[in-house]
Nanobody
Framework: QVQLVESGGGLVQAGGSLRLSCVAS????????MGWFRQAPGKDREFVAA????????YFADSVKGRFTISRDNAENTVYLQMNSLKPEDQAIYYC???????????????????WGQGTLVTVSS
């Protein structure tokens, strides 16, 4: 079992930055592929970014490429999402997720991930 707790959400003006954190408790955090997803009101949950267990490879949705980065600290059982140049359309609840043996083509699928956090709200004012 892995428990995930996100933090770092809040209100930011368009063009600003936020850094989300997701702390994992449980066993073998370093074995998990970690992902960030988001869900805006009335919309489906969508993939944002993912990072492999080693941190060697990262993946991003086209909508956030060049603005967001994902990183992890396995010693601290934490994964981060640095969000820069935020836009009003980035406003959503952001969730982190953990999955095992997630192949590249499945990284953007929410059903590839076993464990989910409760989410943190990001509000972007225009």
């Amino acid at each position: 079992q892995v428990q995930l707790v996100e933090s770092g959400g809040g209100l930011v003006q368009a063009g600003g930055s936020l850094r989300l954190s997701c702390v994992a408790s449980g066993r073998s955090f370093s074995s998990y592929t970690m992902g960030w997803f988001r869900q805006a009101p009335g919309k489906d949950r969508e993939f944002v970014a993912a990072i492999t267990w080693s941190g060697d490879s990262t993946y991003f949705a086209d909508s956030v490429k060049g603005r967001f980065t994902i990183s992890r600290d396995n010693a601290e059982n934490t994964v981060y999402l640095q969000m820069n140049s935020l836009k009003p359309e980035d406003q959503a609840i952001y969730y982190c997720a953990a999955g095992l043996l997630v192949v590249e083509r499945a990284l953007s699928r929410s059903n590839s991930y076993l464990y989910w956090g409760q989410g943190t709200l990001v509000t972007v004012s225009s």
